[in-house]
């Protein structure tokens, strides 16, 4: 059941697809205080676990610390930061009362899980301005599925898009891309995805191609006929250029956010200075929207979108504070105050509170300022291209992701997790955030495998790929200026090709378990808890995912280790896909176990009475042959597999199933 409430005059999100009325009274758990902005709190108890806040940071049970939703461009997910990319305000508490939590507010809103006072989940803002929604239910598990009913279907990309994909921000020339293209397929490493970073842009103009690619279109089409769609990135600041259309035009129609005094908003992002898309005024939106058909128009597939919090390097009024402090500094003998403090000034002109309190939006003729909406801004730029993209190809699917978003976006498009670090700690926490996101409904997701920031390593990269191999969007992305992190940069490429192989084999699975997750507002990764709900030990399992009805993975995230202790609630099937490309499975009990787990295979745990389909490798989706298809686990079982042509929007649960029996 869901009940809402709501206080003062909320913003109107649109991240809930149905209309609930408000109930009259306060939520029957826990307690509501206006007397100063919005606070609730609610006494937990010693076993209570909390679930939820999607893209955030910790573990999945978020107990015993603070998160805060402000989307922010932060490349550092260091343990103690607040705030990541994305702000989504659903939680769960589940134990002696369980239900969950809806906070529809687009501001920086606090949940203090039992940090501040141990027993205490206290949910507070500053403007008592929002909706919240209530749901109760049978399990944590049941009122997701509520909660997903209620914010609409997930986002459903292409299949292409479930292939492998390389990306790096570094890769300038159409030389560049082509090699990246050539060497996979020369080394047999499949994939279907070569992504382009900002220097395929003219000047990192959006929606421009620098001249070196002469005809783009032919370019696109040439390595389209190898199987490889360029997947290029839209940034969110427009560059103020004179001549360059998209900028005149912005301006001439006042599509971009403003300031107090009516003059466009200016902030240096990548291309220098730029202005926004005023993306929450649906005019501004619709042409933002339709600039992406220069690109679709060129045969380009999919997108994704960046620097959407949105990242603010700098302001002109910023650097100008700046420069008078600067100025009065160089003029005086320095104390260790002096030094520290203009330091600091210097790094806190990037994405400063007061340039995001400068910067208005149109909503309705209404000036709104921005930090009252601030967590709308990436759902809306993505909500701009899906709303395009469905338009402008009625009848295909389009690849879409973004870098920050806000509950709502899932149904436009996915999520990257952001620029995190090759550290083995990002492979734990990729982990612990993908059934969090699913709870929010961002089911096209995943991480920047081998790591963004920072130097990777061979073996490093090896694990996270083999986490990869279960994540929808599987794609190797890394920093300019690190190591070169191409899976045919190291020693031994059939490592490489052999786990890759292995995302291939088990697409079938990927794929059907994707799409009847969406269809049916379910998640595709779980915690164990929401499958074995009467298993304490399970409850607590952070480093196992169940994937779909039939798996549960446990990828190895330590360096040097020769495998990993394992936690099976119920007896199961372990299958190894060996460096040799055969499929071992030794059926386990129930219960702990070490699994050894050499660098170049992948293994996963087939549910008890359950079985999947596997098939042979292919170097991209496209070449997948079903007839190869044979179904791994145990006797006498069936699975219900979906599948469809992969790019129509026709998706029909009952018409694209069948049902497989293993013997
Ligand atoms: C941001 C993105 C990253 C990209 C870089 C350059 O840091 O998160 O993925 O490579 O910008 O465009």
């Known amino acids: ?235 969110a600041g427009v560059k103020i250029e004179e001549g360059y259309d998209v900028y005149e035009e912005g301006v001439a129609n006042n599509y971009f956010c403003k300031r107090a005094d009516g003059s466009d908003f200016v902030a240096a992002v990548w291309p220098g200075y730029t202005h926004f898309p005023d993306v929450l005024n649906p005019e501004a939106r619709r042409w933002f929207g339709a600039k992406y058909k220069i690109l679709t128009d060129a045969g380009i597939e999919g997108f994704w979108n960046d620097m959407n919090e949105p990242a603010i390097f700098f302001t002109p009024e910023g650097v100008s504070e700046l420069k008078k402090a600067m100025k009065k500094f160089i003029e005086k003998d320095e104390t260790v105050d002096d030094v520290w403090g203009i330091s600091g000034m210097a790094a806190g002109v990037a994405n400063n509170p007061k340039d995001y309190a400068s910067m208005y939006h149109n909503v309705d003729g209404e000036m709104v300022r921005h930090d009252k909406v601030h967590n709308l801004f990436g759902y809306n730029m993505t909500r701009a291209a899906g709303e395009a993209l469905r338009e402008i190809s009625p009848d295909e699917r389009r690849l879409l992701f973004s870098r920050s978003s806000y509950i709502g976006m899932h149904r436009y498009g996915g999520v990257w997790m952001g620029d995190n670090k090759s550290w083995w700690s990002h492979i734990l926490l990729n982990i612990k955030m993908l059934p969090s996101m699913n709870m929010c409904g961002f089911l096209y997701t995943g991480a920047d495998l081998g790591g963004f920031g920072c130097d990777t390593s061979r073996d490093l990269l090896l694990r996270w790929l083999a986490l990869g191999v279960f994540t929808p969007l599987m794609r190797d992305h890394s920093c300019e200026g690190t190591r070169n992190q191409e899976c045919y940069q190291f020693e031994h490429i059939e490592d490489f090709r052999n786990v890759i192989g292995v995302r291939y084999r088990l697409l079938p699975y990927i794929y059907s378990e994707y799409m009847k997750a969406a269809l049916t507002d379910d998640m595709m990764f779980k915690p164990l808890a929401f499958e074995y709900p009467d298993d304490r030990i399970a409850a607590h399992v952070e480093d196992q995912l169940m994937l779909g009805n039939e798996i549960m993975i446990a990828p190895v995230y330590t360096q040097n280790a020769i495998g990993r202790y394992v936690y099976l609630p119920e007896d199961m099937l372990l299958v190894r896909f060996t460096a040799d490309g055969s499929v071992e499975q030794t059926e386990m009990p129930a219960g702990h176990h070490f699994v050894e787990v050499p660098e170049n295979e992948v293994i996963l745990f087939v549910r008890s009475g359950k079985c999947i389909p596997v098939v042979d490798v292919a170097e991209c989706v496209a070449d997948i042959d079903k007839t190869t298809m044979q179904l791994i686990g145990y006797k006498n079982s069936s699975y219900m597999l979906y599948d469809d042509d992969g790019y129509t929007r026709e998706y029909d649960l009952e018409k694209n199933c069948v049902t497989l029996n293993k013997k």
Request: contains cysteine.
């Open 1 to 235: 059941m869901i009940k809402k409430y709501t206080y003062g005059k909320p913003f109107q999100t649109e991240s809930v697809v149905v209309d609930i009325a408000a109930e009259k009274g306060q939520p029957d758990h826990g307690n509501i205080d206006l007397t100063a902005g919005f606070s609730y709190t609610f006494g937990l108890e010693d076993s209570d676990i909390v679930y939820g806040l999607g893209e955030a940071n910790r573990g999945i049970n978020k107990r015993g610390y603070k998160y805060i939703s402000n989307n922010a461009d932060n490349p550092h997910h260091h343990e103690d930061v607040y705030s990541l990319y994305a702000s989504h305000n659903f939680i769960i508490v589940s134990g002696a009362q369980t239900f969950g939590l809806y906070f529809d507010y687009p501001s920086t809103i606090t949940f203090d899980v039992g940090y501040t006072k141990c027993d205490e989940l206290h949910i507070f803002c500053d403007s008592a301005d929002l909706d919240i929604y209530v749901i109760t239910g049978d399990s944590p598990y049941d009122i997701t599925k509520q909660f997903r009913k209620m914010i609409g279907r997930s986002y459903i990309p292409p299949k292409f898009a479930f292939g492998f994909g390389q990306s790096r921000w570094g890769y300038k020339t159409p030389e560049d891309f082509e090699t990246v293209a050539r060497k996979y397929r020369e080394n047999h490493i499949p994939i279907d995805m070569v992504y382009m970073d900002i220097d395929y842009m003219d000047s990192y103009k959006d929606f421009t191609i620098n001249d070196d690619f002469g005809d783009f279109s032919e370019y696109v089409e040439n390595l389209k006929k190898d199987n490889i769609r360029l997947i290029p990135i839209i940034d």
